[in-house]
């Protein structure tokens, strides 16, 4: 620290729920492995040998940085393949041990605020008529998902509750290790996943202490590359949490994800997670004071005509989000209006919509306020006078 890439200092960057830049540290241990660790993992000359420590030591650090194993650890492609593989396996297992004994369909308990690489899978299989699923909502009075209201959704046929363990538009956290602790108390068949792709680097994640069967990491939200890995308890062990092959082919990740490793990525993301989670406290202290500052300065400077969404939950120390209130203020209108920073209304995904984010809606905030909205989420390297350069541009546009 502090970082500076060219993506990070042109602009002022302020949308590191989106994407980070890379760490050079990380960038620089991709380069080096592209072209030195660049054997088949899977020879057994030097070569080979060499590739595959490499990503020995990937997986190490990238246990080490969430409480787990090595053994527990397989890499993928980014976060939506970790999150659809849990619900395939999931689906597939409850299939093929219920075969006899229910003529029931799988039911999956999952929330409204979930990412797409949650909810859309799980609408997209309840439309194949495969399973069941119950989307818990957020609880009014307290701003997030409350465990009594996920464990009441538990049916005798329900085989998997996905919680996102921090929210990527709202930054609000889902109290997981008490979701885990009391649906494992109803039924400890029932499986345990939580998205964790927004929570790693900016809070603490430790497998151990969330109670969880599978958990999902995404590099690219830790300046790291563009890939990402899953957690499964006792991964292949006798009552270890079950999963299935995502591909068929030449045996690598244990057979289960099948293809030749994508080295060089996995040893950044592997140096990635070692970072984010060894200096936490760190970058969480330097988001949060930048993410203060910026709220602080809004509220002197608008007074009423701000609002901050879920401030008073339990939230992510980087993450603002904020409307601000009156006619043509709506939050597509004002990012095509901002030149010099970079901010979003909401999820990445949904950039193009001018309508209000269905999360905001869900997490129960009013349409005029959701449709306002700006999601500003500061970033490990973002300083005081970014942040007042940011609030002047915004007074600049809004205030006569
Ligand atoms: C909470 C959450 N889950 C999953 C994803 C998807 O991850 P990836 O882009 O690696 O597929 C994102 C990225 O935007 C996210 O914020």
């Known amino acids: 620290m502090p970082i500076k890439s060219e993506a990070a200092t042109k602009r002022i960057y302020l949308d590191y729920n989106a994407t980070t830049p890379l760490d050079p540290t990380v960038a620089e241990i991709i380069v080096t492995n592209l072209t030195e660790a660049w054997g088949n993992p899977s020879s057994l000359y030097p070569e080979g040998v060499k590739a595959k420590n490499v990503i020995a030591t990937a997986r190490e650090q990238t246990a080490k940085g969430i409480g787990a194993v090595a053994s527990d650890i397989l890499f993928t492609s980014g976060g939506t393949e970790a999150n659809n593989w849990v619900i395939s396996s999931t689906i597939e297992h409850f299939k093929q041990r219920s075969q006899a004994e229910s003529k029931l369909k799988p039911h999956i308990i999952s929330t409204t605020i979930e990412h797409d690489a949650i909810s859309l899978p799980l609408s997209h299989f309840r439309e194949k008529g495969e399973i069941d699923v119950t989307f818990v909502p957020v609880n009014k009075e307290r701003g997030f998902v409350t465990p009594e209201d996920v464990v009441n959704a538990i049916r005798p046929n329900t ?26 108390e109803r039924n400890s068949s029932v499986l345990i996943h939580t998205d964790a792709a927004q929570a790693i680097g900016k809070i603490p994640v430790d497998v151990g202490l969330l109670g969880v069967d599978y958990l999902t990491i995404v590099g690219h939200k830790i300046y790291g590359p563009r890939i990402g890995a899953l957690y499964i308890k006792g991964l292949l062990q006798n009552g270890g949490a079950p999963l299935y092959k995502i591909f ?13 490793e994508n080295t060089a990525p996995i040893a950044g993301l592997g140096k990635a997670v070692e970072i984010a989670s060894d200096s936490v406290k760190e970058f969480a202290a330097a988001m949060k004071m930048t993410r203060d500052h910026l709220e602080k300065r809004l509220k002197d400077d608008f007074q009423d005509a701000v609002v901050f969404n879920c401030a008073s939950s339990c939230r992510l120390p980087n ?20 030149c010099g920073f970079s901010c979003s209304t909401g999820s990445a995904c949904h950039a193009n919509e001018c309508k209000p984010s269905q999360i905001l ?19 490990r390297e973002t300083t005081v006078a970014d942040i007042d350069k940011v609030v002047d541009e915004l007074k600049h546009l809004l205030l006569p």
Do not use: D
């Open 159 to 184: 085989c998997l509750v996905t919680v996102i363990m921090a929210n990527n538009e709202t930054g609000a956290i889902m109290p997981i290790a008490e979701i885990s602790k009391l649906v494992k």
């Open 248 to 260: 068929h082919g030449g045996g690598q990740e244990r057979n289960l994800r099948p293809g030749t």
């Open 319 to 338: 993450t603002c989000s904020v409307a601000f209130i009156g006619k043509n203020r709506e939050g597509y209108n004002l990012v095509k209006k901002i």
């Open 361 to 379: 809606l869900e997490f129960n905030i009013p349409f005029e306020i959701a449709a306002n909205t700006l999601r500003l989420s500061t970033g």
